[in-house]
Nanobody, 126 residues
Framework: VQLQACGGGLVQTGGSLRLSCVVSGLTFDAIAIGWFRQVPGKEREAVSCLSIYDGSTYFADTVKGRFTISSDNGMNTVYLQMNSLKPEDTAVYYC????????????????????WGQGTQVTVSS
């Protein structure tokens, strides 16, 4: 199983970035994908999650209305579109995947995800 995240960079306040996470080695339509972020000295936090299986989504309160999550099932790719970026969005962003348990709710805790990609740095300058 491999997850490859990319799309980070340096952007000014108010700018946009789109992160991509390409998944291989899993049945794509039976997984959940989570985007998490971490800054030094703080715990990793969930930003947004998506169940490819049923389309359910989660957004942290801090990003609601600014970030969207989507997928291209043909490309086994999940996107995190980040608009109206703020300096407090600066972090290393990680994507993670988990095979869906059909009776379980969308996983949000990073402890529930089994597979992780490398991080991609997002820096928002003020």
């Amino acid at each position: 199983v491999q997850l490859q995240a990319c799309g980070g960079g340096l952007v000014q306040t108010g700018g946009s970035l789109r992160l991509s996470c390409v998944v291989s080695g899993l049945t794509f339509d039976a997984i959940a994908i989570g985007w998490f972020r971490q800054v030094p000295g703080k715990e990793r936090e969930a930003v947004s999650c998506l169940s490819i299986y049923d389309g359910s989504t989660y957004f942290a309160d801090t990003v609601k209305g600014r970030f969207t999550i989507s997928s291209d099932n043909g490309m086994n790719t999940v996107y995190l579109q980040m608009n109206s970026l703020k300096p407090e969005d600066t972090a290393v962003y990680y994507c993670a995947a988990k095979s869906v348990i059909l009776t379980a709710p969308l996983p949000i805790s990073d402890k529930l995800y089994d597979y992780w990609g490398q991080g991609t740095q997002v820096t928002v300058s003020s």
